[in-house]
């Protein structure tokens, strides 16, 4: 137990005093309290009063490796011991970023050549989108500076990746998204496609929305698309069949950058070891984090291309310096977990794991469409969502986000920690996950479907 200076407070009351909570409903959270969760173990967390649970979306989609892996934690405090901390500004470098920098472009499925360095989701799509105007202006066309992500999409919460991101709780009220920052449509075939539209046809509308927009805007002006290969946190929306070749065919039409956002698909998540070899992605810039360093230590990276790169080192030469860059960034306590996680998860073939265990996931999740509550099951190695509805015919629901609410807060009852998006529930649990362990996750989910279909045929 965490020792409290404050006696006479329970962690509950000090926490509603002076924890201000990310995506958390403020005034909400002074009457309902935290969840303290104490400790960790595999796929498990425990909370402060004992009860325990699978962590069925690995924290925040980011524990590949579960929650007490003693490699990473020995890898940190070797690192540690040895340079607790360094930075690579003005030509420093130090053996932790120059072998992770040396692993990263290795392991990338097309040709990449450098790796900068940042601390979160969100810094590493802002500089992305800080080097893509850089990057128009040293190639002299200062107006080739828009930039396409998708509604739904999740890249963050900064004012440039905010802005990035399609979901209105990200804009409403912080007065975003920013100017030259344009979205196009979310590919999720289920819910946009149409009456008697194939799922194919379906991606070529979305490939035809996209050239609109960029002929709309101008081509001469649009210089990158942002696309995370699976959607995550706009409710895990796996792409529809040939539409990312479709995209990629117009992006090439335009000579646009294509930036894919693989901060939750990297690292094995999608059962390759990044979304955009599944799905057969041919990127000019990858951002990463979480599943990097299994977040045991904030950290994020951008590798590149040399048709993305090379203006930029060219503009950073004639001005005399490339001016950006953080404190944290390369930080070789994060540089040296991440090694050490990529290391942990070749070696297990935790990639195959995802894949198989996944597989058989989806399998059991597939089952559940019987229940007239469940609209959809999607997924992808181990990513998935179900879609609950309240009438499957018309795919509507009665208020938006009851149903979704209803199901996390009987999984989370029956010891399984999850997240709904409005009324998708999703799951996303560590890579080391057992086909055992992945059943027991199923049963839980099962029983507390049963338990909502009662409140709600009760209600
Ligand atoms: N991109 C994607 C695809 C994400 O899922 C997230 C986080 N959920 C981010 C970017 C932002 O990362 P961070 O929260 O570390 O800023």
Same mark, same amino acid.
């Given at each position: ?21 990310g ?6 959270h ?29 924290g925040l ?16 405090t070797?690192q ?21 920098s040396?692993?990263?472009v290795e ?5 990449m050549?450098?790796?900068?360095y ?6 590493a799509?802002?500089?992305?989108l800080k080097?893509?105007?850089?990057r ?7 107006e080739k500076?828009?930039v396409?992500a ?13 802005s ?14 920013i ?7 979310a590919?999720?075939?289920?819910k946009e496609g ?7 046809q379906?991606?070529?509308?979305c ?8 002929q709309?805007?101008g081509?001469?002006t ?28 117009v992006l090439a ?6 930036v ?5 698909c990297?690292?094995?998540r ?49 001005i005399g310096?490339?001016?950006?860059g953080?404190?944290g #960034?390369? =930080?070789p *306590?994060?540089?040296?977990?991440a +090694?050490?996680n990529?290391?942990? $998860?070749? &070696?297990?073939d935790? %990639?195959?794991n995802?894949?198989?265990v #996944?597989t =058989?996931? *989806?399998?059991?999740?597939?089952? +559940?469409?019987?229940?007239?509550? $469940?609209? &959809?099951?999607?997924? %992808? ?13 018309t ?7 009851k149903?979704?609410?209803?199901m ?13 998006m ?22 839980i989910?099962?029983k ?10 009760s209600?």
């Amino acid at each position: 137990m965490t020792e409290l200076k404050n006696f006479d407070k329970t962690p509950e009351a000090s926490d509603i005093a002076h924890h201000f909570h990310g995506y958390t409903d403020a005034r909400r959270h002074q009457d309902v309290g935290p969840m303290i969760i104490e400790s960790g173990q595999g796929i498990y967390v425990t909370d402060n009063s004992g009860k325990r649970y699978i962590e069925g979306l690995s924290g925040l989609w980011s524990v590949g490796v579960g929650f007490q892996e003693d490699r990473l934690i020995n890898a940190a405090t070797k690192q540690l011991k040895q340079l607790p901390y360094y930075h690579n500004f003005g030509h420093k470098s130090h053996q932790a970023a120059i072998a992770l920098s040396d692993q990263l472009v290795e392991l990338a499925h097309v040709p990449m050549s450098k790796v900068f360095y940042t601390n979160s989701g969100s810094e590493a799509n802002d500089t992305v989108l800080k080097m893509v105007w850089y990057r128009s202006n040293a190639l002299g066309k200062p107006e080739k500076k828009k930039v396409i992500a998708r509604t739904r999409g999740y890249h963050g919460v900064t004012i440039a990746s905010a802005s990035l991101t399609g979901l209105p709780n990200n804009h409403r009220s912080f007065d975003l998204p920013i100017d030259r920052v344009l979205h196009t449509t979310a590919p999720h075939y289920w819910k946009e496609g149409r009456d008697g539209e194939t799922e194919e046809q379906f991606a070529t509308r979305c490939a035809n929305d996209l050239e609109a927009l960029i002929q709309k805007e101008g081509p001469d002006t649009v210089a990158a698309f942002w696309a995370e290969p699976v959607m995550g946190a706009g409710g895990v929306v796996v792409p529809p069949k040939t539409y990312f070749e479709k995209i990629q065919a117009v992006l090439a039409k335009y000579d646009i950058i294509f930036v894919a956002d693989e901060v939750i698909c990297g690292f094995g998540r999608t059962g390759e070891m990044f979304g955009s070899i599944t799905y057969d992605i041919r990127p000019d810039v990858i951002v990463m984090s979480k599943q990097i360093t299994s977040s045991y230590v904030p950290f994020s990276a951008i590798m590149m291309n040399d048709r993305f790169y090379q203006p930029l080192a060219d503009e950073s030469h004639s001005i005399g310096t490339f001016g950006h860059g953080f404190t944290g #960034g390369g =930080h070789p *306590l994060g540089a040296a977990v991440a +090694l050490e996680n990529i290391a942990v $998860i070749r &070696e297990r073939d935790l %990639v195959a794991n995802a894949r198989e265990v #996944g597989t =058989h996931f *989806l399998q059991r999740l597939e089952t +559940l469409k019987e229940s007239p509550l $469940i609209g &959809e099951v999607r997924g %992808v190695g181990l990513i998935s969502a179900i879609e609950l509805v309240n009438d499957k015919a018309t795919k509507s629901v009665s208020t938006v986000g009851k149903l979704g609410g209803l199901m996390n807060a009987a999984m989370q009852r029956n010891g399984l920690i999850s997240r709904n998006m409005a009324d998708a529930v999703a799951f996303c649990p560590p890579l080391i996950i057992t086909k055992a362990q992945a059943d027991e996750m199923f049963e839980i989910i099962a029983k507390s479907l049963r338990e909502v279909e009662s409140e709600i045929g009760s209600a």
